[in-house]
């Protein structure tokens, strides 16, 4: 405390010091004439401006510098926060900006490498296959020949399912709205799975609030939101159990719920489910199912939520703004 006294009495007396300089030197160049108090004022004007300027010229180098880095591919480059406040807020930005750029970009070479990673199983089936069929070693039947017709399906569910993805994230997907009562929604839903659960031994089960209104949605990107959410849930539920699809009144509007009685996430992966190829070593699917739904449930201005407990079950529950129609 008491240095902190000592200093603030130095830096007033050199203060002071200062005033009282330039008022005696403005005193005595008032004595000797215009002249000299003009020619004064002008180098002391000069030097304010030769210091504004390398305030500003500094920081702007640094913003020039790193530009040119990020126009060559380098997303690393960060400048300095320094000088006039809009000029550190412009460096505060620019930095943001980068940030950005170099997560899309390790965003880009993530999806290439998962692409590339999906699309190597089926590729090498077809080419193995086709190898065998045309050196003689397997008949041109159909028991050889479906293999590959199951692999083009499966590549092709894939690009699907990343055109879909891709358009919906960015904002281009086109929804055709319709009047879509919630009700028969999850009635449909249930009937459409029904004969694959039971194939499976389980229960599906509906349950609906009286009283929902209407939303404007499109309901055929909506029903591949419960396909993917049904699909997973029929995956990893053992038979016996149950799965239900319900809707009911939410605080913005309408919220559905897809719940199963199977063997949960676990708490590690919880937080990942909606990226992209996200699955556990044991899921056969793609990966894309929740990163789907979620998108498709966003461009439709809901949101999405998972809460699950290994061995107790998972339920995804979506909710969508509330809006009539009629109105």
């Known amino acids: ?194 004969a694959t659960a039971d194939d499976a031994g389980l229960r599906p089960l509906r349950r609906t609030d009286d009283g929902l209104l209407e939303l404007s949605l499109d309901r055929v990107r909506v029903e591949e939101v419960f396909a993917n959410l049904i699909s997973n849930a029929l995956r990893h539920t053992p038979s016996g159990g149950s799965i239900s699809v319900s809707a009911a009144s939410a605080s913005r509007g309408v919220a559905f719920s897809v719940t199963d009685s199977g063997e949960g996430i676990p708490a590690e992966e919880l937080p990942h489910v909606f990226e992209r190829f996200a699955k556990s070593s044991a899921s056969r699917g793609s990966g894309l199912g929740l990163a789907i739904a979620k998108s498709l449930v966003e461009a439709h201005g809901g949101t999405i939520e998972v809460e699950s407990r290994p061995g107790q079950g998972t339920t995804v529950r979506f909710e969508f703004p509330d809006h009539d129609p009629r109105s």
């Open 1 to 194: 405390m008491r240095r902190v006294i000592v200093f603030a009495a130095i830096a007033i007396a050199l203060f002071l010091a200062a005033v009282s300089l330039l008022g005696a030197v403005t005193w005595h160049a008032a004595r000797r004439g215009p002249a000299f108090l003009g020619l004064l004022l002008l180098i002391l004007a000069a030097a304010v401006v030769s210091r504004g300027v390398r305030r500003f010229a500094g920081p702007l180098g640094d913003l020039m510098e790193a530009a040119g880095r990020v126009a060559e591919g380098d997303y690393t480059a960060r400048v300095p926060e320094r000088g006039s406040r809009e000029v550190r807020r412009l460096a505060r930005a620019f930095n943001e900006m980068t940030d950005r750029l170099r997560g899309a970009e390790g965003r880009r070479r993530a999806l290439l490498a998962d692409v590339a990673h999906e699309l190597r199983t089926p590729l090498a089936v077809i080419r193995g296959n086709l190898e065998g069929l045309i050196d003689g070693v397997y008949p041109s039947d159909a028991t050889h020949l479906q293999p590959l017709v199951d692999e083009i399906e499966v590549m092709t569910r894939l690009l699907d399912d990343l055109r879909t993805l891709s358009t919906a994230q960015a904002g281009v997907l086109k929804l055709r709205r319709e009047p879509v009562t919630p009700a028969e929604l999850v009635e449909d839903v249930v009937a459409t799975f029904r």
